[in-house]
């Protein structure tokens, strides 16, 4: 199988496996909509370890589980009213995925400096 073969069996999956969990999520009345953010934020999560393995980096499945718990911490200084729970949603997405990115970005600078051996 080639690798646009590939590529499309992966979207295809993503967008089934989107849409089954859209389906089976559990809806309330404060959120009766798709929370696209969160799918984004699937979606880059699994990107980081496809990519991670991909360049022989498994470890990065240990860094996977330090930043997902990272972004589980309650901030002291947050109150538990709407407005602080939202803030620390905030906080948290982009903890998450500024790390995400940033060690994405240091693969692939790493996989253009260094010479395939």
């Not at 590939?6 to 389906?23: C, Y």
Request: hydrophobic share 45%; glycine share 6%; net charge positive.
């Amino acid at each position: 199988m080639n690798i646009c073969c590939k590529i499309l069996l992966i979207l295809l999956l993503e967008i089934v496996f989107n849409i089954i969990f859209i389906s089976i999520t559990p809806k309330d009345e404060n959120k009766a909509k798709t929370d696209w953010r969160s799918i984004l934020k699937g979606l880059l999560e699994r990107f980081f370890l496809t990519y991670s393995l991909i360049n022989g980096l498994p470890h990065a499945l240990t860094l996977f589980g330090a930043l997902k718990l990272g972004t589980r911490l309650k901030s002291a200084d947050n109150e538990k009213t709407e407005e602080g729970r939202r803030r620390e949603r905030q906080y948290n997405d982009y903890y998450l995925t500024g790390n995400f990115i940033s060690v994405i970005l240091a693969i692939f600078y790493y996989s253009l400096l260094v010479p395939n051996k």
